[in-house]
């Protein structure tokens, strides 16, 4: 059995990383003195340590890592880089908008319409229409036409939607 401070050195985790992988339930001691609370770790429970140490290096919430016995390593890590990459993406956004208001100052906020939803009986042909009439493109995601940038104010958004999908009736658009 290793004390805590010689399972920290072999695994390069802190003491106090130790106690709260402990309290968190991620890697319990294999003892724990009750009359003095020291922990005691068994040497074959390094290699458990260092891949947590590993991924929490590469910033793994906690309770992805106690998923690793159910889903293994390879599922964590690539549900991980899509985390990884949703926020890369987001920060890249970030960091278009200042540059925008860098380049044109920063937008003065008025009440305005933004948004605008057409419901239309035939969908097809009012998203054809549109577009023609707006030379946009139009995004099936959102069912929208999107102009300019969010949340700039030349930002606006038009959607057309099937009579389905909204509580009021469509009609020609």
């Known amino acids: 059995m ?8 072999v695994t390069g985790l802190s003491i106090t990383a130790l106690r709260h992988y402990d309290d968190v339930g991620l890697l319990k001691p294999a003892y724990v003195d009750p009359e003095t609370g020291y922990r005691r770790y068994r040497s074959d429970q390094v290699d458990e340590a260092r891949l947590y140490a590993t991924l929490r290096r590469l910033q793994v919430p906690f ?3 106690r998923a690793l ?4 390593i390879d599922a ?3 549900e991980h880089r899509e985390r990884l990459q949703a926020r890369a993406d987001s920060l890249t956004k970030l960091i ?7 380049e044109k100052g920063l937008p003065v906020k008025t009440r305005r319409i933004s948004q605008v939803t ?21 995004d099936e995601e959102i069912s929208s036409f ?6 700039d104010d030349d930002f606006f958004l038009l959607t057309v939607a099937s009579p389905g999908s909204h509580p009021w009736p469509g009609g020609p658009a």
């Not at 016995?69 to 293994?72: I, L, W």
């Not at 278009?96 to 860098?102: A, S």
């Not at 035939?122 to 707006?134: C, I, K, Q, T």
């Not at 999107?146 to 949340?151: D, H, K, T, V």
Request: cysteine-free.
């Open 2 to 9: 290793l004390s805590i401070g010689s399972f920290s050195l």
């Open 63 to 65: 309770e992805v890592m």
């Open 69 to 72: 016995g159910e889903r293994g």
């Open 76 to 78: 964590v890590l690539a």
């Open 96 to 102: 278009e908008t200042v540059d925008r208001y860098l």
């Open 118 to 138: 057409i419901v239309a009986d035939d969908l097809s042909a009012s998203v054809a229409f549109y577009r023609d009439a707006f030379d946009a493109a139009y």
């Open 146 to 151: 999107q102009f300019g940038s969010y949340p």
